[in-house]
């Protein structure tokens, strides 16, 4: 197994934009799609937007071991190694629209743990709203008992992410605005 672009990959393009923050909320209650807290304080903050015009963007979905960490990371250095390797950060907006497109993402195993990503769950890297480590970092998406999750999460500068923790990321110069 090799470094990211020598790793397996799932690849997807995605159509972002175009729904306001009301109207994400509605597809999401059509599809019975629950938040946790932290992803409900993601989504009242001013500072996560939404675009009014739709793009699309090509996103890859990897883990922490393909950007090179065997031994876990942290953010900081997931997000830098990830930029080296030609991948950007998400915009915030591609979190609930995911969770609307990927809905057949198989189940994740429970386990209580506040130390590592949940089983089966999938990381949006996105820039970080506030330095502020008790509020929500970002999304994930996660599917348990049947239900499908867009949850936020918090994780200080600490933190150490797993070599299987899985994250989105955008390959560079690939949005397209839709008309």
């Not at 386990?111 to 502020?132: H, R, V």
């Not at 933190?159 to 994250?167: C, G, L, S």
């Amino acid at each position: 197994m090799g470094i990211y672009p020598d790793c397996p990959i799932i690849l997807r393009t995605l159509e972002v934009g175009g729904l306001t923050k009301s109207q994400l909320i509605q597809k999401m209650q059509q599809n019975a799609i629950l938040m946790n807290e932290y992803g409900e304080r993601l989504f009242a903050d001013e500072k996560f937007t939404t675009s009014d015009a739709k793009y699309n963007l090509r996103i890859v979905e990897i883990t922490v071991i393909d950007l090179g960490f065997p031994d876990g990371a942290t953010t900081a250095q997931l997000f830098k190694k990830a930029r080296d390797l030609g991948l950007e950060l998400c915009p915030l907006e591609l979190g609930p629209h995911l969770r609307l497109e990927y809905l057949d993402q198989p189940e994740g195993h429970l386990q209580n743990t506040l130390q590592q990503a949940p089983s089966g769950s999938i990381t949006i890297a996105s820039d970080i709203l506030t330095e502020d480590h008790n509020f929500p970092k970002g999304f994930y998406l996660r599917r348990t008992n049947g239900i499908l999750w867009l949850r936020g999460y918090i994780a200080d500068d600490l933190h150490v992410w797993q070599p299987n923790n899985h994250f989105i990321f955008v390959k560079n110069n690939t949005s397209i605005n839709l008309k």
